[in-house]
């Protein structure tokens, strides 16, 4: 489970990152796909999200240390 909500936090910032870029970004080319990048990352941490709130329902309530991957 650690290394899933690793997984998020990893997605989550650089989805940040991409936002950073595309605002810095003079091209305005540049700017729509950085801004896509980090639109399709969150996307992808969302689903993550949803797995891991999956896992641990399935796991009964136990506290995420408890949980295995």
């Known amino acids: 489970m650690k290394d899933l909500k690793a997984e998020l936090e990893k997605l989550l910032v ?9 605002r810095l970004a003079a091209d305005q080319e540049k700017r729509e796909t950085f801004g896509r990048i980090a639109k399709q990352l969150r996307e992808m941490a969302s689903e993550l999200s949803a797995e891991i709130a999956a896992r641990l329902t399935a796991a009964g309530g136990k506290r995420e240390d408890d949980a295995s991957a």
């Open 14 to 22: 650089n989805a940040e990152d991409c936002d950073l870029i595309a």
